[in-house]
């Protein structure tokens, strides 16, 4: 079997999708859609967020990462890309899970924009009650 050049995880947090791979032997380049991490992603904690995963596994500078993102905002693609980094290092190494899992990195946020109904102002905000 031939090596692999990158291992890849998708992530998904509200309408936002991202590809992550990352490729081994790197020396820590992070890029976000052909652009430096801190060009896309410049608001104070998002990088944290996002790399949270490769800190909790001290896999910090080990890789080099590339990443597809569309869809969502900018915290819905934070939470895509966190998401996605953690699926690809259980690829890397299968052993990581449970601190992956103890952190929380491995379960999609499931919540998302509920719809607007019919004769409500949003979601779920009724107009005000009138009696006269």
């Given at each position: 079997?031939t090596?692999?050049?990158?291992?890849?995880?998708?992530?998904r947090?509200?309408?936002?999708?991202?590809?992550?791979?990352?490729?081994?032997?790197g020396?820590?380049?992070?890029i976000v859609n052909d652009r430096p991490?801190?060009e896309?992603f410049?608001?104070l904690?998002?990088?944290?967020?996002?790399m949270?995963?490769?800190?909790?596994?001290?896999q910090?500078?080990?890789?080099n990462?590339?990443?597809?993102?569309?869809?969502?905002?900018?915290t819905?693609?934070?939470?895509?890309?966190?998401?996605g980094?953690?699926r690809?290092?259980?690829k890397?190494?299968p052993?990581?899970r449970p601190?992956l899992r103890?952190?929380?990195y491995?379960?999609?946020?499931?919540?998302?924009?509920?719809?607007?109904?019919p004769?409500l102002?949003?979601?779920?905000k009724a107009p005000?009650?009138?009696?006269r």
């Open positions: 079997m090596e692999q050049s990158y291992y890849e995880g998708i992530g947090r509200k309408r936002a999708t991202a590809r992550v791979r990352i490729y081994p032997g020396d820590g380049t992070f991490l801190q896309y410049p608001r904690g998002d990088i944290d967020n996002l949270a995963p490769l800190r909790v596994t001290e910090e500078g080990r890789f990462v590339s990443v597809h993102v569309k869809g969502g905002g900018i819905g693609q934070t939470g895509a890309v966190g998401h980094l953690a690809a290092l259980l890397v190494d052993e990581l601190i103890k952190g929380g491995l379960t999609r946020d499931a919540r998302e924009k509920e719809r607007k109904k004769g102002k949003r979601a779920r005000t009650y009138t009696k």
